[in-house]
C-alpha cells in the first residue's frame, strides 16, 4: 500500500469526526423526538473520540485512536444479528430463509392475515410491514412519517410482505426475538459460544435488550437483545472485536482451518433484496452506488453516528470506523482504496 495515501486516510478520519454529541442519550432524544412516546429503554453510554482500523491480507495496516474502547455500535449489531441467524440456518434449527414465522413462533404474533405471511427472510431483509407491538414499542411509533399523528399510523394501509424496504428497529427486535424462541438461549451466548471466542475477541464486548424485554423460555427469563441502539442497548464492542469480525466476513466464515458459519450464508448476506438493492441480510451494498466512485461490491456494516464495518473483498481489505461523519465515509473509504490500488 502507498503509505503516504494511507496516512492521508487515517488523517481524513480523525479531521471529519461525527457530528454525534458525545452525550448519546441526548443525541438519541434530540434524534427520535417526533416518535410518539420515544423513551430509552436500554443501556446507553458517552461515546468516545475517533478509532479505526485498516487490515489488508490478514494484516494490520494502519489504526488511530483508542480501538480498545468498548463503545455503543448501533445498527452495526445488525449483522451480528443476522449472523446469529445465519448460524440457525446452518444448525438446521431453521430450514429455509422462506419459511413463515408462523411454523415456528407460536402465540399471537405473526397471527392474522398478513403477519401470516412473513418469512424470515422478510424480517432479514427489513420488508416484513409486520404490524404490532413489541416490548412496550409499537411498529407504527418507529421513524414514523414527520407530519403523520398516531391515529393517521395505526389506520395506514399495510403492504405485501417482501415488496417495500422499510428501516424499523420494532421489526428487528421482533427477529431477535424469534431467533431466541429458536435457539432457546442468549443469543449473546450463542454469538460468543459460535463466533466471537472461536476469532479470539476479546471478552469486553456486551449485547444488551431493554429493561423490559425479559422473556419467558420454557420457565426461564431471558432478555431479548436489541439489533441496535435506537431505544438504547444493542452491542457494545471495541475496534479490534469488529474488525476480527470484519475479516472472518472476508475469509467467507472460516477461521483458520474451522469453518465457523457456512460460506453459503456468507455469500447470502450479499445479494440484494428484492425490496432494496441496496440491503441484503443486515449488510448494506453498494452495487446501486450508495458511496460514488466506490467498488460496487463493497459490502458493509453500518450504525448511527458514524460506525462502519467495511468488507473489501477484491483488495482483501477489511476498514472499521468509528464516529465518523457519516457524509464522510465515501471519500474516506476512496481515499483507502486508492492507497491499496
Known sequence: MNAALLDS???????????????????????????PDYKIAGPVQDRGKPAGMILRNGYIV???GDVDR?????????SYLSTVAGLALDQGLIKSVNDRMINYISGDTFQGGRN????????????????GCLFGVCDWADRPPKYSNAEELKTRKFLEPGTIFEYNDVRVNLLAYSLLKVWKKPLPLVLKEKIMDPIGASGSWKWYGYENSKVD???TMIESVSGGGHFGGGMFINTQDHARFGLLFLRNGKWNDNQLISKEWVQAVQQPSTASKSYGYMWWLNVDGRYKDVPANLYTAEGFGGNYIVIDKDRDMVIVARWLEPSKMGEFMKLVIKAAE
Open 70 to 78: 468498548v463503545d455503543m455500535t448501533f445498527s452495526t449489531t445488525k
Open 116 to 131: 401470516s405471511k412473513i418469512t424470515w427472510s422478510h424480517l432479514l431483509t427489513q420488508s416484513s410491514d409486520w404490524s
Open 217 to 219: 423460555i420454557d420457565g
Open 62 to 64: 494502519a489504526q488511530w
Open 9 to 35: 486516510a487515517v488523517n481524513f478520519a480523525l479531521k471529519n469526526e461525527s457530528k454525534t454529541n458525545y452525550n448519546l442519550r441526548e443525541a438519541l432524544l434530540t434524534s427520535y423526538n417526533n416518535e
